[in-house]
C-alpha cells in the first residue's frame, strides 16, 4: 500500500474514533443530570407517599427524615425553643401539604423547575418547591420554599426559633 493511502486511513481512523470519544463523553455528563434530577423527583415521591401511608404521623416528621442535616438543625431549633418556651416558632402548616388539615388523598404532580427545584403541585391549588443535595447514594431535602415569595423553611426557621 502507497504511504498516502496507509497515512489517509490512519488519519480517516483517527478522526473517527476521536469522534466516537467526544460522543460517548458528551452522553456520560448528561447522563447523570438526568439521572440526578429523576433521584430528586423519586425521593420527594417516596416522601409523600411515607406521609400519605402514615397521613402525617411519623415521629419524628416525615420532612426531618428526609432532611440534609443543615435543615434538620433548623428544625432542631424549632424543638428547641418549644421546650424553652412552650411556644411554638413553627411556620403555622404542615409545609408539605400547605396546609393545617392536610387532604392525604389529593391528587399531586411532581415536576422539576429550571433552577433545578421538585416542584410539588397540589390539588388544592398550592405549590411546594423543594431543594435537594444529591449525591449517588440518595438525595435529602436540603430546604423548602414554602410560598410564591420565594419564603426558605430553613431561614424562617432560623429566623424565627431564635
Known sequence: MKPLALLTILFTLGLTTNVAIADSAT???????????AQKVTTIKKMYQQDVDNEGE?????????ASKDLQ?????????FDKTQISCHIG??????????DYAQDKEFSVTKQGLVQVNLAQGSTVDY???????????????????GTSLKAYLKEACQ
Open 131 to 149: 431543594e435537594l443535595a444529591c449525591n449517588d447514594k440518595e438525595c435529602l431535602v436540603h430546604d423548602v420554599i414554602v410560598d410564591n415569595k
Open 73 to 81: 438543625a433548623a428544625m432542631q431549633l424549632e424543638q428547641e425553643y
Open 93 to 102: 402548616y404542615d409545609v408539605l401539604w400547605d396546609s393545617q388539615d392536610p
Open 27 to 37: 452522553t456520560k455528563s448528561e447522563t447523570p443530570v438526568l439521572d440526578r434530577t
Open 58 to 66: 411519623d415521629s419524628p416528621v416525615v420532612l426531618q427524615q428526609y
